[in-house]
C-alpha cells in the first residue's frame, strides 16, 4: 500500500500496515518503491489518497499536468477494481500526482512483467474501515 505524506490518516494505516510506503518527492520516491516491488513482489498494490467521496480509479492515463509521463508510453492502464466493492469507480482520471504514480508505477509493473495488481482509491476518513474490508479480498 502507498500514500502521500499530506495524507491525513496516513499514521492509521501505519499502524495496521507497517508496510506502507509514503510518497514524498516522486521522482526519488519512486525509485525506492520500484525497488521495494521487486523485492517483494507483491499480489496486489494500493495506493490511497484523501477525496471529497470515496472512488475507485478505474484507468491512469499517460498525463500530468499538460505533459506525457511516458514519451512512447501506453496512452491509459485499466486499474484493478475488487470485485466486491461497494465504492463507484472513476473512469475519467485526473493529471495530478495520483495519476502520476499510478500510470508510473502500473508501467513498471508491465515493463517488468510482474504479475501485480494496482488499485487507486480516494477515501474519505468515515470510509476507511470499509477499506480494511476491501483490502483483505485484494490481498487473496
Same mark, same amino acid.
Given at each position: 500500500?502507498?500514500?502521500f505524506? $499530506? *495524507?491525513? #490518516?496516513?499514521? &492509521?494505516?501505519? @499502524?495496521e500496515?507497517?508496510s506502507?510506503? /509514503?510518497? $514524498? ?8 518503491? =520500484? @525497488? ?8 496486489? /498494490?494500493i495506493?490511497?489518497?484523501? %477525496?471529497?467521496?470515496? /472512488?475507485? @480509479?478505474?484507468?491512469?492515463? +499517460?498525463?500530468? +499536468?499538460? %505533459? ?8 491509459f492502464?485499466?486499474?484493478y477494481?475488487?470485485?466486491k466493492?461497494t465504492?463507484p469507480? +472513476?473512469?475519467?482520471? #485526473?493529471?495530478? *500526482? =495520483?495519476? #502520476?504514480?499510478?500510470?508510473k508505477? &502500473? ?12 488499485? *487507486?482509491?480516494h ?5 476507511? &474501515?470499509?477499506?480494511? %474490508? &476491501?483490502?483483505?479480498?485484494?490481498? /487473496?
Amino acid at each position: 500500500m502507498y500514500t502521500f505524506r $499530506g *495524507f491525513p #490518516w496516513k499514521e &492509521q494505516l501505519e @499502524e495496521e500496515y507497517p508496510s506502507l510506503f /509514503i510518497f $514524498g518527492k516522486l521522482k526519488e520516491d519512486f525509485e525506492k518503491f =520500484c @525497488e521495494e516491488v521487486k523485492i517483494k513482489q507483491p499480489v496486489c /498494490i494500493i495506493g490511497v489518497a484523501k %477525496g471529497r467521496r470515496s /472512488i475507485w @480509479e478505474g484507468l491512469a492515463i +499517460n498525463k500530468f +499536468n499538460s %505533459g506525457k509521463l511516458v514519451k512512447d508510453g501506453k496512452e491509459f492502464y485499466d486499474l484493478y477494481i475488487p470485485d466486491k466493492t461497494t465504492f463507484p469507480i +472513476n473512469q475519467t482520471p #485526473w493529471t495530478t *500526482f =495520483c495519476n #502520476w504514480t499510478a500510470y508510473k508505477i &502500473q508501467h513498471f509493473l508491465a515493463e517488468n512483467n510482474l504479475n501485480t495488481k494496482l488499485s *487507486f482509491l480516494h477515501i474519505r476518513e468515515k470510509d476507511l &474501515q470499509e477499506l480494511r %474490508g &476491501q483490502i483483505k479480498e485484494l490481498s /487473496i
